[in-house]
């Protein structure tokens, strides 16, 4: 990816975040993953803190069974009573969209940014995939 944090800004980014959500990220193996999952936490974090004005120390956020994140918090949402957002990330593109009334989502694609190869053979991908085509 394009960032190339300094060590000192690579701790401060990470720090931002809680310990458990810090081991999480870093339990990536590649690096621009890392810096990815970094990036979409620091991303869904100030959108609460912002649109929500929850202190940043007190943010929480889970996923769903669909593995979809949400804010865990319990604030008054009068001006957003169905609050929820959504995170995607390719290459060197992490997005956050975010809504207060309906659900939303999103998805980065990078075509033009070289992959790592896949890990599996495509028929057994197929084969994974099956129940939902």
Known sequence: SRWQPSTQQWSVALNCLPQEVQQKCLRYL?????????????????????LLGEQW????IQRTKGNKPFYAGSLDRQHAPNFNFNVSHEGDYVVLACEGWCICGVDVAAPQQPRRKAGRPLMESIALMKSQL
Request: hydrophobic share 30%; glycine share 0%.
């Open 30 to 50: 590649q690096r621009d993953d890392q810096k990815r999952a970094v990036v979409s936490q620091l991303l869904q974090r100030a959108c609460i803190q912002q």
């Open 57 to 60: 120390s007190r943010i929480s």
